[in-house]
């Protein structure tokens, strides 16, 4: 059994920043394959960044050159990194591990 949890989430006005994490615990030896979704209020869930071994990265196009993904494997946390938010960004951001998902958190951004 795996466990995510996520943090990092708020009310932040259009051109701000917001750093989530997602600290995973329980039967896991690597965050290899981990990645960030969001769901938008009547929007179905969608893939934001991922990080595979090596560091390989992928983004949605909606966030590329905006948001960064990263991680420390010490720690088993993944981070994402989210800089000059808009309105549209606002979304429940959950943290996935193959089959297994985070609680999510609430990412609003003012305009």
């Known amino acids: 059994q795996v466990q995510l949890v996520e943090s990092g989430g708020g009310l932040v006005q259009a051109g701000g920043s917001l750093r989530l994490s997602c600290a995973a615990s329980?039967?896991?030896?690597?965050?290899?394959?981990m990645g960030w979704y969001r769901q938008a209020p009547g929007k179905q869930r969608e893939l934001v960044a991922t990080?595979?071994?090596?560091?390989?990265?992928n983004y949605a196009d909606s966030v590329k050159g905006r948001f960064t993904i990263s991680r420390d494997n010490a720690k088993k946390t993944v981070y994402l990194q989210m800089n000059s938010l808009k309105p549209e960004d606002t979304a429940v951001y959950y943290c996935?591990?193959?089959?297994?998902w985070g609680q999510g958190t609430q990412v609003t951004v003012s305009s």
């Open positions: 996935r591990y193959y089959e297994y």
């Open positions: 990080i595979t071994s090596g560091d390989s990265t």
């Open positions: 329980g039967s896991i030896f690597s965050i290899n394959g």
